[in-house]
């Protein structure tokens, strides 16, 4: 079986502030491992995603996630957060031996204050 | 390239009704999936399929059935609609080719309310 935590329902940051969403995760085998982000009223958009290879990956808006394989998490960062990033932040997990299916966390409301 | 569409972004139905919600992918992808939202309890996994004519279950199937005829449409029917079913609908599809790394691409949502 595979799991996701979000520990964290809410994040409150300042405007220029560093952010961090916390992500932990559980499967069998090498993970996949995925940040979408959801603006109100819409759908969710992919961020970033970890297949193989470095550990730090980069993707849209600035964003950025460390995978760590000892600790099993995933959280995703920005140096200096902007009011437009306040959103809802989902993490998801897929086991690479062929697994259709995510595992999606809660999800985590950043709030960004000006 | 329009992506996932799905129809109708909101809808309003009595308790026994039956309403079937359209979702339409143009990016040739093989898997298609359907979730519900709700608050506090993330995204839940209805039904999924990996090409036409295969369907499966997710974590909450009942209620709901789905079929695949066509690799572009997957749409999810209501046979007889109860309160519990008011939700947020979201129709996401992905590619399952090489690798088999390919991010969920999501529609904009249905949102449903059940009287």
């Known amino acids: 079986a595979q799991s996701v935590a979000q520990p964290e329902d809410q994040v409150n940051v300042a405007e220029g502030n560093p952010l961090t969403v916390k992500c932990t995760y559980s499967v069998s085998g090498n993970p996949y491992l995925f940040w979408y982000v959801q603006y109100p009223n819409r759908g969710l958009q992919f961020l970033l995603k970890y297949i193989t290879g470095d550990n730090l990956v980069k993707g849209s808006y600035g964003f950025e996630a460390e995978f760590n394989k000892s600790q099993t998490s995933f959280h995703l960062k920005k140096p200096s957060a902007l009011v437009s990033d306040s959103a809802l932040y989902f993490c998801?997990?897929?086991?690479?031996?062929?697994?259709?299916?995510?595992?999606f966390g809660r999800g985590t409301s950043l709030i960004v204050h000006p | 390239n329009a992506g996932v569409t799905q129809t109708p972004k909101f809808q309003v139905l009595k308790t026994g009704q039956s309403m079937t919600l359209q979702c339409a992918q143009d990016m040739n992808h093989e898997y298609m999936s359907w979730y519900r939202q709700d608050p506090g309890m993330g995204l839940r996994l209805i039904h999924y399929?990996?090409?036409?004519?295969?369907?499966d279950q997710g974590e909450v199937p009942n209620g709901y059935n789905v079929s695949r005829s066509t690799t572009e449409d997957f749409p999810l029917r209501l046979l007889s609609a109860a309160p519990s079913q008011t939700s947020v609908y979201f129709c996401?599809?992905?590619?399952?080719?090489?690798?088999?790394?390919?991010?969920?691409?999501f529609g904009e949502g249905s949102r449903l309310t059940v009287l």
């Open positions: 996401a599809s992905r590619n399952v080719g090489g690798r088999n790394t390919g991010e969920l691409f």
């Open positions: 399929s990996v090409g036409a004519g295969i369907t």
């Open positions: 998801a997990v897929r086991a690479s031996g062929g697994s259709y299916i995510p595992t």
